[in-house]
């Protein structure tokens, strides 16, 4: 799936268009690979697969940046950080990417919401 960020990602201003792929043997993760700089790609997951109960409140401005009319509009994503220790391994749950399934339209949103963390530990143990 193609996906383009309007604003590029924090950090990543520069890098506009990337592309959703399987990762061989990831199970639910995937990787978000920018087309741009072909070095440069990011592990992403569901944080539903993480969080059961994950909720986040989708600003009108990114409703309208990104053309959302429904929820079934939206793919959720959050950013995973590798570590060789795999009880280091955490996925960012404070800051999710939000897709539009039908334009590939794409934003990152830092919500407000505490409860959820930077750095939130895949595996518990």
């Keep these: 799936m193609?996906?383009?960020?309007?604003?590029?990602?924090?950090?990543?201003?520069?890098?506009?268009?990337?592309?959703?792929?399987?990762?061989?043997?990831?199970?639910?993760?995937?990787?978000?690979?920018?087309?741009?700089?072909?070095?440069?790609?990011?592990v992403i997951i569901s944080p539903f697969q993480i969080e059961k109960e994950y909720e986040i409140k989708i600003t009108d401005e990114i409703i309208k940046n990104l053309s959302i009319t429904s929820p079934e509009d939206v793919l959720v994503y959050s950013t995973v950080t590798l570590n060789s220790d795999p009880k280091k391994i955490t996925v960012n749950l404070r800051a999710p990417i939000l897709i539009n399934v039908h334009t590939g339209l794409a934003e990152q949103l830092i919500t407000e919401n505490e409860k959820y963390k930077i750095k939130h530990p895949i595996f518990k143990g």
């Design 2 to 42: 193609k996906v383009t960020f309007k604003k590029g990602l924090p950090g990543l201003e520069a890098y506009k268009d990337y592309e959703i792929k399987e990762i061989e043997g990831g199970e639910e993760f995937k990787l978000l690979q920018c087309n741009e700089k072909e070095e440069l790609g990011l």
